[in-house]
């Protein structure tokens, strides 16, 4: 029970767990940390249909709806006290609401896991490449965490050493000493196969990683990325991409402007850091706030 709603019910989440025929590690797979990331149960329930017991080693536990108020309300926040999700772990007892989801879910992971994956996308506002974030701290558990983001076939993984992830349940695993990792793929309110089929084959790789499957096809190696960075617009208005997710930027080169509704460009958004790689993008013509974020990169310089 994740807690308890003005009706007195109680606030409870989606579970799914398949046990194979050989022994192993158990896995935490959790979907929905952010409500309309649709993509990240929609690849659990295809994965859980086409696993073969037979062949699998361990368990793994799927939590498909991580935040079951955001889920609900279409939020990517909890809508009762503003806060989110992915920077709320470890949480705590006597926080606030989001804080003691964090902290019940959070709990039940590290007692009963031996590593985790966590599925997200951009949600309503955001277009995510298919990209995997972790922790490489330098720790056997950083270290493993980023040989199991090297096999999932991602073309871009980021090491996120920054702060503003320490609220993050792959950070807070491997802080504990345990493998995670942070799945990206697709947004932009909506869903496609493409990135159901990309996250289908990072749960699967990642289980290949941890000895529950066989080897999979070694993906061709991923491009890594030091560090992950949110870049945040100056202006508010109305959001146009002028380049395409994945495209190299040098520092300076524009990805983006701010208009107004008279359709003045009021600001061009530029990649203040050296080379990088475009991950992440607001979608087309969303409008936004100033100071909100309107891209993530990859620092590859
Ligand atoms: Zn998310």
Not at 3 to 20: H, L, N, S, V
Not at 139 to 163: D, H, R, T, V, Y
Not at 169 to 188: I, K, M, Q, T, Y
């Amino acid at each position: 029970m994740l807690g308890e709603y003005p009706d007195g019910t109680e606030i409870c989440a989606p579970i799914a767990i398949a046990t194979g025929a050989r022994p192993g590690p158990t896995m935490w797979l959790q979907a929905c940390v952010h409500g309309p990331e649709l993509v990240g149960p929609l690849a659990i329930s295809r994965f859980l249909g086409e696993l073969d017991l037979q062949r699998f080693s361990g368990t793994v536990v799927c939590l498909l709806a991580a935040n079951p108020i955001a889920f609900r309300s279409r939020d990517r926040l909890t809508i009762v006290d503003g806060q989110n999700l992915n920077r709320s772990y470890p949480g705590q007892t006597d926080g606030g609401v989001t804080q003691r989801m964090a902290h019940v879910a959070l709990t039940a992971a590290l007692e009963v896991s031996d590593a985790l994956v966590d599925l997200h996308s951009g949600g309503d506002h955001l277009v995510c490449s298919y990209h995997i974030i972790y922790r490489n701290d330098g720790g056997a558990a950083g270290k493993k965490s980023e040989e199991m983001a090297s096999g999932l076939g991602a073309p871009q993984i980021c090491n996120a050493m920054s702060p503003v992830f320490d609220g993050a349940a792959f950070a807070c695993f491997v802080a504990s000493g345990r493998p995670a990792v942070l799945v990206e793929s697709g947004g932009g309110a909506t869903v496609t196969q493409v990135d159901i089929e990309n996250q289908v084959r990072a749960i699967r790789g990642a289980c290949s990683c941890l000895g529950m499957l066989p080897a999979a096809s070694a993906a061709p190696p991923p491009q890594i990325g030091r560090e992950v960075a949110l870049i945040h617009g100056e202006r508010g208005g109305i959001f146009e991409p002028m380049a395409p997710l994945e495209a190299v930027l040098e520092k300076g080169d524009e990805f983006g402007r701010i208009r107004n509704l008279y359709g003045d460009t009021l600001e061009i958004c530029r990649n203040p850091f050296g080379r990088a790689r475009l991950i992440a993008l607001r979608r087309a013509y969303m409008p936004i706030h100033a100071g909100e974020e309107v891209a993530e990169i990859s620092h590859i310089g």
